[in-house]
Structures are given as C-alpha cells and as structure tokens.
C-alpha cells in the first residue's frame, strides 16, 4: 500500500501543515469525482508514488513562491532525483483531472493544478520516447507555444516531436511518445505561497533514463547520479537552467 503523502518512506512520521493535508485531500477527492477506473485484468491503477517533501527554493535559497510564475513561461527544477528535471508552470486556467493511462495500458487520474488559482503543474522533462531531457548545456524539450486547437502551451520535444498538453495531465497531443509525461505531484500553502514537491504520479522514465545516459551522469555528477532529491530543489527559468534552448519545427 502506497504511504500517505505525509508519510515517509522510512524514518519518524512527519507532521503535516493542515492546509497541505487539506490541499492534499482535496486533490485527491477531485480526481475521484469521475468514479472508479475500469481496468484490463490484473492490472492495479497507478497510484501516486511517495518521494521526499522538497521545498522549492530560488538560487539565493529562498523559497520559490506560486506569485512568482508567469502563465506559460517554463521553469525546471530537479526532483525526485538530482538529476532528473521538471517542468513547472502556470497555465493561463485553472487545470482539471483527467483520465489517462501509460504504456502498459494502467489508468489513472491526473490531479487537479495547485496554487491561487489551481494553474500550477509540474511535469518530469524526460520525454517518454527518446527521453530528451534539458542539460545545462541544450534542451530540446521546452515549452512552447501551442498550434491551432492546442492549448496555449505545450510540451515539444525536437528529437521525435512528441507534443503534450500540460491542461490534460501532460496527455500526448501528436507524436510517437507511448503514453503522458509523468506528474510531478505537488502543495502548496496558502499561508505561506511556498510549493514543496512530494512524489510522482503516471508512468515514470526514471530506470530507462538512468540506464541510458549512465555515461554521462557519471562523468557529469559521479557518484551522486542517482541520489535522491534532498530538501531543497532550485527552481529556474528554462533560459537560465540551459545554455541553449534550441528551436524545431512543429
């Protein structure tokens, strides 16, 4: 059984603010609202998987606040792992749980956005197929604008174009990506406007990530390449977090 998001995967239990349980419960309550999910046989709906509770920062360490994203424009931290990025961003309205499923054919339910005006989501940055993901140096996947019947922004990876809408749980638009962009599940305090990350929600890339770019994680990070996120995460403009955003055609 899943740990309840104030849970730790090991350790003393943590106290949790009431506003962050209540966030908490009111999310999940959303995204129950549809009913009980249909399954193929032996399968189990993904649930929402426990990582450590991290508090966004900015790069003085102070904390990231809700009021300082701008709708539509891209912000990468790293979480669960250090080196694994996230996409953070505001959407011009409020974003709603949907139904989706993964590769294997698991359903679930995305959870609803966060903040003020439940707009804030976050999303892993690792495609689900070629798994381009931003580095300090380039980044082929970003946000960007959408086209036609798009929304306003989506995410657009250069190496397959592959296109996810982040209004719809980060669902596959167009493209060969096998199933959405895994949630990054967040809270946020109304009291404080701080945003903490807690765990993941959808299909995860992380082992095949690892896997792949073993060589380069370890020259780039050594040993520490598969450590955990620890307490805090910096949060940064996707301009600033990659030397070169470089452009595609859609």
């Given at each position: ?243 070169q955003l470089q452009t595609c055609k859609a």
């Open positions: 059984m899943e740990p309840l998001p104030w849970q730790p995967i090991g350790g003393a239990p943590q106290q949790p603010d009431r506003r962050d349980v209540l966030h908490w419960a009111a999310c999940l309550s959303a995204a129950c609202l549809s009913g009980p999910l249909t399954l193929a046989h032996g399968q189990s709906p993904l649930a929402v998987r426990r990582y450590s509770r991290t508090l966004l920062v900015d790069k003085l360490g102070q904390p990231f606040k809700s009021g300082q994203l701008t709708a539509g424009e891209p912000h990468v931290f790293n979480y669960p792992y250090e080196t694994t990025p996230v996409f953070l961003m505001a959407l011009p309205r409020a974003a709603r749980p949907v139904e989706l499923s993964n590769d294997k054919q698991q359903r679930y339910q995305s959870l609803s956005g966060i903040g003020p005006q439940q707009s804030i989501v976050a999303y892993s940055a690792i495609c689900a197929h070629k798994l381009m993901y931003p580095t300090p140096q380039i980044s082929f996947i970003n946000i960007r604008k959408g086209q036609a019947d798009e929304p306003a922004h989506v995410v657009h990876c250069c190496g397959d174009n592959s296109r996810y809408d982040p209004t719809q749980g980060g669902k596959v638009i167009s493209g060969p990506a096998p199933q959405p962009l895994a949630m990054i599940v967040l809270e946020w305090s109304s009291a404080s406007d701080e945003l903490h990350a807690v765990g993941t929600l959808g299909g995860e890339m992380f082992q095949a990530f690892f896997e792949k770019y073993e060589f380069r994680l370890s020259l780039d990070h050594g040993a520490k390449a598969k450590n955990r996120s620890s307490q805090t995460s910096v949060v940064q403009t996707a301009s600033n977090y990659s030397h």
